[in-house]
Structure formats: structure tokens, C-alpha cells
Nanobody, 128 residues
Framework: QVQLVESGGGSVQTGGSLRLSCVAS?????????MAWFRQAPGKEREKVAQ????????DYGDPVKGRFTISEDNAKNTLYLEMNSLKPDDSASYYC????????????????????WGQGTQVTVSS
């Protein structure tokens, strides 16, 4: 069973930056996995922010964050990152790390239901 622990959330002003981290444990090899960041604001559905195919390094981003957010991973540290720049109030949400462990390569059309393990979330608040 994999455990995912997010950190790095906080409160920033519009235009600010944050770096989220997600440390994975409980598995010996994450290279076959697809990992992603999702976010969910009150009253809204959980939406995919970014995903990365660990083996190939191929990334995919949701339209609202393209050009502002960057997903990356450090396999040696079993850590997934989300660098968020030029933050806007609409980016305010709880951010969740997720992993799909069946070895399928990441697909751009995958949603929350396609991922099997989740972290507890970290809150990001952007004020105007």
C-alpha cells in the first residue's frame, strides 16, 4: 500500500509562487507509475492540474495552469513536486497528490477516478 503525504501549501498574494511536495512511501519502485496533482475548491469537482508519466517523463497540464505550473519528480527521493507561479485567486483550493499503479502509461483524458491512491491534501489560498 502506497502512502502519499503532501506539503508546501499556504497563503500567498496574487502573482506569488508556491512549491508543493508529495512524498511517496510503501513501494519499492515508482518508475512504472503515473502520478498527478489534482485540486478541489469548495462546491467544485476535483480537477486534474498536472500529471507525469514517471518512466517517460511526459507531462500533461490542465488548461487553466498551462505556462504557470510545472510538475516534476525526484525518483531518488520518491517525491513529486508542483511548482506554481503567477498564482491567481482562482487557484485557491485543496491540492492532492495521486498515483495510478497498474503500469499503464498516463493518458491525457484520465480524471480522478483513474487514480487509485491519494494523499490527504494541502491547502493553497491566493488573495487578491
Amino acid at each position: 500500500q502506497v502512502q502519499l503525504v503532501e506539503s508546501g501549501g499556504g497563503s500567498v498574494q496574487t502573482g506569488g509562487s508556491l512549491r508543493l511536495s508529495c512524498v511517496a512511501s510503501g513501494e519499492s519502485d515508482y518508475r512504472r507509475y503515473c502520478m498527478a496533482w489534482f485540486r478541489q475548491a469548495p462546491g467544485k469537482e476535483r480537477e486534474k492540474v498536472a500529471q507525469i508519466d514517471i518512466l517517460s517523463g511526459i507531462t500533461d497540464y490542465g488548461d487553466p495552469v498551462k505556462g504557470r505550473f510545472t510538475i516534476s519528480e525526484d525518483n531518488a527521493k520518491n517525491t513529486l513536486y508542483l511548482e506554481m507561479n503567477s498564482l491567481k485567486p482562482d487557484d485557491s483550493a485543496s491540492y492532492y497528490c495521486a498515483v495510478r499503479r497498474d503500469g499503464w502509461r498516463c493518458r491525457p483524458d484520465w480524471s480522478a477516478s483513474n487514480y487509485d491512491s491519494w494523499g490527504q491534501g494541502t491547502q493553497v489560498t491566493v488573495s487578491s
